[in-house]
């Protein structure tokens, strides 16, 4: 089969460097994907890894190299990455300041548990100093190890240590992650195997739509006045993001935070995904005036991709026994190292403002060039999480937010899928995306949506097309 082109220019398989970044290259994709290069690779991985695997069965892409928002595969496609490999690379591929800081750092010292090295105690007092001045508030930090679910299992066991409470309350819609007690607490993970004990100890509030907050308040109410069990916190996302960005309504999350401090119940704040910037704020929770009582991170704290995970809580917490949650990773010194280099950017670029301003206008041009379609069922945007939810008047289509997603793909731009109903296309950009490569997201957008309902008009077939 002849390969179809949607760019006129050839891409390079020359390393990816600063120069050809600075050039503003255009995404460049040789149909049909996978190329050859990249097929026999996912053949292997088939073949080598589980059947669990799961980002190459919505996306066939094998990245050889990557810098800033650009990543070029094995066949020498270039796509542009509007995922941020799920969110970690809230500054792109390789952001040179902080990549030097961790390659500086991984020649002295790579781990060191929880010993307090010099990077260790920078990243610890630069969060301590954000936190006062964000929202603030005096907190203790834990850091846990690599990973969102792991940030969410120490949240947890703390707020049952500190109780003596067994129960925890979660929201319809959301995502904490994948081990035992993180998943107890998600909705949007398989819960079959659990057993039906986890309904009463694990209860799920439904999502607070505005203007129907009540019923879940009614519901949070209802679970702390019966006698079931009793229950040591709340866990939330501020805005919920596997859920389809949806954004908790502030009227009620004053609501919660005021039943809840009544009853002597936490509040946990799942940031893993919306901290360090994401939304505009260090933190999510900022932009409602609430203060939980625990956060847990990850993804971005590094800024660069590097694992780091961990929780913030208030101090009145304090106390947990010696060893009550630990890692053989939670001293990764790079990561700590080119995490503090990130915070103190946060600060010295005033990237927070920078984001809520970049993001208005984000989402002024997808607004006034996807609207119009009708299979465009909504636009969400927090900062720099984005979704637009596809369905059909009151039905929701997975499938078409699917072929979209791939479709894209064809077009060069790297996206995710997400929602309740796996109906919304996510977008996730680094921070630091320049107007022009807003412009040119937008405008590679527009032309697949366009593409898609000229095809679904004329009942054709559009994975493969190239874009007009």
């Known amino acids: 089969m002849m390969k179809k082109s949607v760019d006129a220019k050839q891409p390079s398989n020359e390393p990816i460097s600063s120069a050809w970044v600075s050039s503003s290259p255009k995404p460049c994709v040789k149909l049909p994907l996978p190329g050859s290069n990249a097929g026999k690779l996912l053949l292997l991985q088939k073949q080598l890894e589980s059947s669990g695997v799961s980002y190459p069965q919505l996306l066939p892409l094998v990245p050889q190299k990557a810098h800033g928002p650009w990543v070029l595969d094995v066949d020498g496609n270039i796509f542009l990455d509007l995922a941020a490999m799920a969110g970690p690379l809230i500054l792109g591929h390789n952001f040179q300041p902080l990549s030097q800081e961790f390659r500086r750092q991984s020649v002295d010292l790579i781990t060191a548990l929880d010993y307090p090295t010099n990077a260790r105690v920078r990243f610890l007092e630069k969060m301590h100093v954000l936190l006062r001045k964000k929202m603030d508030w005096d907190t203790k930090c834990h850091l846990t190890g690599p990973t969102g679910t792991n940030a ?115 509040l ?93 206008y984000f989402e002024e041009q997808l607004k006034k060039s996807l609207s119009h379609f009708p299979f465009v069922k909504e636009i969400r945007v927090s900062g720099y999480l984005i979704g637009i939810e596809i369905g059909d008047g009151d039905r929701s289509n997975a499938e078409a937010a699917k072929a979209l997603i791939r479709l894209l793909f064809n077009h060069g731009l790297i996206t995710e899928q997400a929602g309740v109903q796996h109906n919304t296309i996510k977008l996730l950009p680094p921070l630091n995306l320049s107007k022009e490569l807003i412009d040119l997201s937008v405008e590679i957008l527009r032309k697949t949506f366009q593409d898609w309902q000229a095809n679904l008009s004329q009942n054709r077939q559009v994975e493969d097309v190239p874009m007009s």
């Open 152 to 266: 969410v299992e120490a949240a947890i066991k703390l707020a049952q240590w500190y109780t003596k409470a067994p129960g925890i309350i979660s929201i319809k819609g959301s995502y904490h992650g994948m081990t035992w007690l993180s998943a107890l607490v998600s909705d949007l993970v398989p819960r079959e195997h659990y057993g039906q004990e986890c309904e009463t100890l694990y209860p799920k509030l439904p999502f607070p739509h505005p203007g129907s907050e009540h019923k879940a308040l009614d519901r949070l109410e209802a679970l702390l006045a019966s006698c079931e069990t009793s229950y040591a916190a709340v866990i939330l996302e501020p805005i919920q993001g596997e859920g389809g960005v949806r954004a908790l309504p502030k009227v009620f999350l004053s609501s919660l935070s005021a039943i809840l401090k009544r009853s002597n119940i936490l």
């Open 268 to 360: 946990i704040a799942d940031e893993v995904q919306t901290g360090f910037g994401r939304c505009g704020y260090l933190f999510a929770m900022e932009q409602f005036g609430i203060q939980p009582d625990i956060i847990a991170f990850s993804k971005a704290a590094s800024g660069i991709g590097a694992p780091l995970g961990g929780i913030i809580f208030s101090k009145a917490l304090d106390g947990w026994p010696t060893g009550s949650h630990i890692g053989t990773f939670r001293g990764f010194v790079p990561a700590l190292a080119s995490g503090a280099k990130f915070l103190d950017l946060i600060e010295t670029e005033h990237l927070l403002g920078k984001v809520l301003q970049n993001s208005a």
